[in-house]
């Protein structure tokens, strides 16, 4: 992660661990979002604003119908269609019309934009654009079955939601969110591996995802809301008695907030991973490819570097240390440099081999594949 300033480096205004030790996970998620918002600031710039403004434009154009009366009035419910004589498309009024074709040029434009933007998640941005546009077409399905869904709805009116939300799960969730978990994983394990353990700790502390991934489930929350009141505000058949504009607004609202969540979603994996080169894949994608071979998890026990005899030293498979407490009367082990949680002595951070009697370093009893 290429910035001036980690993850780790950032103060919460507030530190509710000190009332209650359970709560430390809401100050490592406060920390994230407010190191998110940070970048966002300092790394977001007219290329973003730009995405961002296509995206609210296509928006408020898909659901402008003030001075038209279009949607208001329920148009010709009677004919669907894109093409053909009897094409709902090419029958409605000639202003709606052109709104949705621009409409439809500013999406082709943020596509196009976040596909140049941000290159490595450029798989996963198919995979949200087809999640997004199963929930949207789920909740139309819905809508035509029970003009007012859910209210006074039939069990089989919730199908087209169903399946809409399954494929945006399968997608968002199974495939977009663990694939960008996993390179995660394998970005730390590979790249910023160390043979301190306190210093993989924080590697790993600063490539935490946990906001970002309460933001993925945000973004599908505000889809579905954005699909089912734009889906709700157009539904009903004419003559329509019912003022729809609370939730032509609630479509507008939720749609623009969705779409600054997406920005999001897939700028923070190309932030924290793009200058690496690594591709946004799950492990079984790379082991597929052959790409990815996963490391043994097994412990390893220390070898003496002077006479290649085994030492007490041990490696775990987290990449820690544990050599056992030099106290007579101890049988504990522990962490390098750590007190002895039975005695209270200092874990020694060098050891001593029992046939050559030489003193060495901990991580010297181990090859220079293990400790790296």
């Known amino acids: 992660m290429q910035s001036s ?10 530190n509710l661990a000190n009332r209650d030790e359970r709560l430390q996970f809401i100050d490592d998620i406060m920390q994230e979002f407010l190191f998110q918002i940070l970048m966002m600031r300092k790394r977001w710039g007219l290329h973003e604003g730009g995405v961002l403004i296509l995206g609210i434009t296509a928006i408020i154009l898909g659901a ?15 004919r669907v269609g894109l093409f053909g004589d009897n094409s709902g498309l090419l029958h409605v009024a000639d202003f709606s019309l052109m709104l949705a074709l621009l409409s439809l040029i500013s999406w082709i434009g943020v596509f196009g934009g976040l596909w140049i ?37 039939e069990l089989g009116d919730w199908g ?25 994983d394998i970005h730390v394990e590979e790249r910023h591996n160390h043979p301190d353990p306190r210093k993989v700790a924080r590697e790993w502390r600063d ?8 933001g993925l489930g945000c973004w599908i929350i505000l889809t579905n809301i954005s699909a089912w009141s734009g889906s709700h505000s157009v539904a009903l058949r004419p003559p329509i008695e019912q003022d729809m504009t609370l939730f032509v607004a609630m479509h ?5 907030a969705a779409i600054i969540l997406l920005v999001h979603i897939l ?4 932030f924290m991973l793009g200058s690496s080169g690594d591709r946004i894949q799950s492990t079984r994608a790379r082991e597929v490819a052959g790409e990815y071979i996963p490391r043994t998890t097994k412990n390893s026990q220390g070898i003496c570097p002077i006479c290649n005899v085994e030492t007490p030293a041990l490696k775990l498979s987290d990449g820690s ?5 030099t106290t007579e009367s101890c049988q504990n082990v522990g962490v390098p440099g750590t007190s002895c949680k039975e005695c209270n002595s200092m874990i020694p951070s060098r050891i001593t081999c029992q046939k050559c009697g030489s003193s060495t370093t901990i991580v010297s009893h181990f090859s220079r594949s293990e400790a790296w």
């Not at 300033?5 to 103060?11: F, G, H, K, P």
């Not at 402008?64 to 009677?78: C, F, H, P, S, T």
């Not at 490539?207 to 309460?214: D, E, F, G, M």
Request: hydrophobic fraction near 45%; include cysteine.
């Open 5 to 14: 300033i980690r993850l780790s480096d950032v103060e919460v205004p507030f």
């Open 64 to 78: 402008w119908d003030l001075g038209i009366g279009e949607l208001a009035g329920g148009g010709d419910y009677r």
């Open 117 to 153: 933007r941000y290159p490595i998640m450029r798989e996963n941005i198919v995979y949200l654009t087809i999640a997004n546009l199963g929930v949207q077409l789920g909740h139309i399905y819905s809508h035509s079955n029970s003009t007012k869904f859910p209210f006074g709805s």
């Open 160 to 184: 087209g939601v169903a399946v809409g939300n399954l494929i945006m799960l399968f997608l968002s969730i199974i495939v977009v969110h663990r694939a960008v978990i996993e390179t995660r």
């Open 207 to 214: 490539h935490s995802l946990r906001a970002w991934s309460i």
């Open 252 to 256: 507008v609202i939720s749609g623009i």
């Open 267 to 270: 700028w923070y994996p190309q």
């Open 321 to 325: 240390y544990e050599v056992p407490c």
